[in-house]
């Protein structure tokens, strides 16, 4: 079936970098944009950027710029995700999702857990 | 920017009851490309609207959405216990991709 599946649960020193993973099965892989989405506690979802498996092209949120990098490995059909220069206030629940065409985004991994604490 | 408001906060309401949910864009939504998730406690949000009124596969039809330009509804005509849930509308039509703060519905 299609499914995203993430890596798990991270946590990081203040200034250290996290990578997550987004592997994802059950579909063409460079068909669908993949975008990653984050939720900090008690928060609600916030855009963090796209990429397009097909051609690696990304764009990311403006508040973001510098310390993403999304990336993808089409031989594992997985996407990644790193942010750099990590800050209490970059805890949260990352999630990487699949817009579905026309479609918002129609399939979502499970999510990871990144806690950024001394 | 498009910044997306939701109304009201919280919505307490009983099973069985109709529950509904709006979201209004500061600018027009172009090709109505607004989405409707369900969100629970450690789990991944759920897709339930595209386009503003096509409901995703598997969707009960107790689900529907309405509006165009800058007004959106979300209505569950009735509530099941599974419902209870924060509740966020998405517009996909402009980068950056923005998201409502949510609505609480809880149970009353």
């Known amino acids: 079936q299609v499914q995203l599946v993430q890596s798990g649960a991270e946590v990081k020193k203040p200034g250290a970098s996290v990578r997550v993973s987004c592997k994802a099965s059950g579909y063409s892989f460079t068909t669908y944009y993949m975008h990653w989405v984050r939720q900090a506690p008690g928060q609600g979802l916030e855009w963090m950027g796209i990429i397009n498996p097909s051609g690696g092209s990304t764009t990311y949120a403006q508040k973001l710029q510098g310390r993403v990098t999304m990336t993808r490995d089409t031989s594992t059909s997985t996407v990644n995700m790193e942010l750099s220069s990590l800050r209490s206030e970059d805890t949260a629940v990352y999630y990487c999702?699949?817009?579905?065409?026309?479609?918002?985004?129609?399939?979502w991994g499970q999510g990871t857990m990144v806690t950024v604490s001394s | 920017e498009i910044v997306l408001t939701q109304s009201p906060g919280t919505l307490s309401l009983s099973p069985g009851e109709r529950a509904t949910l709006s979201c209004t864009a500061s600018?027009?939504?172009?090709?109505?490309?607004l989405a409707w998730y369900q969100h629970k406690p450690g789990q991944a949000p759920r897709l339930l609207i595209s386009g503003a009124s096509s409901r995703a596969t598997g969707i009960p039809d107790r689900f529907s959405g309405s509006g165009s330009g800058t007004d959106f509804t979300l209505t569950i005509s009735r509530l099941e216990p599974g419902d209870f849930a924060v509740y966020y509308c998405q517009q996909y039509t402009d980068s950056p991709i923005t998201f409502g703060q949510g609505t609480r519905l809880e149970i009353k």
């Open positions: 999702a699949r817009r579905g065409g026309v479609q918002g985004f129609d399939i």
């Open positions: 600018h027009i939504v172009s090709s109505n490309y």
